[in-house]
């Protein structure tokens, strides 16, 4: 019997849903093989408390790959060796490589955590931050809670595209961007078109460890976190990380559901107060979640607030919720795939 029937019960949960729901045959079949492996459970089991023990372990080994750790394992990973895998199983490459590099990514699980950068969730923060701007009339105060390395702060950088049945319903930004960006619209309902120019005052993200990309060894940790099959996403990813370096925004170290407040009241009175988050708060304790909100409607007894929020597990639900007078109210815009692919928006 497991030493650890939680934790293999998450890596089979991982095998049977989250990998196959986007698109990782890769990590669908490591994460059988390591729902039955106590040797292997037990390397995951150093995480972090609240870190995903799969996307832990398997950022750890991506990234002593990329690091130009040499194994037969490499091949079995379309970043590193092109899309077309060999026949052979990975899994037993992948326990001999963890077992021959069990304390390096021992360290890695235990002092890392998992600080995603999808810049296409990009796509489905674009319609609902038109929607507040056209309410608000006024530009946009941008606060990311969660930011990671702050990517998505440039969301107005980015050119976007939605298709529909593979034909394009709304086109969106610069012909020159860096970063394009596409999802897939399902269900009868599209997003109403955002205003040609949506105006920033400001970018500011808050993370308990926000991501310095001028460092190299921070940008391979957000590289390694990248599912290897998910080529685009690597390269949206440097493309991203290139344009911040013309286009700066500002980082605070910080726990949100402390600090936030302080950040709230340094926004000018004429900008459009907004705060979102992207698949970030399953990291934040139920308290810490409880003094966020807390913290937003406060300050909403003097200004108007509004939050975005993409959240919540396999199909994350997409909402806009307006903060006056100390009370908000959540209207439910769509559901989406938690790295942007595509979006079902509610209202034909």
């Known amino acids: 019997m497991s030493r650890y029937p939680d934790l293999g019960a998450a890596f089979e949960q991982f095998a049977r849903v989250e990998a196959p729901d986007l698109d990782s045959p890769t990590y669908a079949e490591l994460a059988a093989g390591v729902a039955g492996d106590d040797e292997l459970l037990a390397l995951a089991a150093r995480r972090r408390q609240g870190q995903p023990a799969p996307n832990m372990l398997f950022g750890a080994v991506q990234y002593l790959l990329l690091r130009g750790v040499e194994h037969p394992l490499a091949a079995h990973y379309p970043i590193l060796a092109g899309p077309e895998p060999p026949p052979d199983s990975a899994f037993p490459l992948f326990r001999a490589f963890c077992l021959e590099h069990r304390e390096r990514i021992a360290e890695l699980v235990a002092t890392r955590r998992t600080q995603t950068q999808v810049v296409r969730r990009c796509t489905c923060l674009l319609p609902a931050f038109g929607l507040v701007h ?120 910080g726990d949100a559901s402390r600090d ?30 409880r003094r966020i909100t807390e913290g937003l409607e406060i300050r909403s007894l003097e200004r108007p607030v509004w939050r975005v929020a993409l959240e919540g597990a396999h199909r994350p639900s997409l909402t806009l919720t307006r903060y006056r007078s100390g009370a908000g109210e959540t209207e439910l815009l769509a559901r989406a795939s938690p790295h942007g692919w595509w979006i079902e928006w509610r209202n034909p």
Do not use: C
């Open 260 to 289: 936030l407040p302080h950040m709230l009241k340094r926004v000018p009175d004429e900008a459009a107060l907004v705060v979102y988050s992207t698949i970030a708060l399953y990291q934040v304790p139920r308290e810490g979640r």
């Open 134 to 253: 056209r309410e608000a009339g006024a530009p946009l105060a941008l606060i990311d809670v969660g930011a990671s390395a702050g990517l998505n702060l440039n969301f107005d950088r980015y050119a976007y595209r939605y298709l529909r049945n593979g034909s394009e319903i709304l086109r969106w930004g610069s012909g020159v961007a860096r970063v394009d960006l596409e999802a897939d619209l399902r269900g009868p309902g599209t997003p109403p078109e955002p205003p040609r120019e949506i105006p920033v005052a400001s970018r500011d993200g808050i993370d308990l460890n926000p991501i310095d990309l001028a460092d190299p060894d921070e940008l391979l940790w957000l590289r390694a976190l990248i599912w290897p099959e998910h080529l685009e996403r690597h390269a949206q990813l440097m493309d991203a990380a290139a344009e911040l370096k013309g286009s700066p925004i500002r980082l605070h170290r």
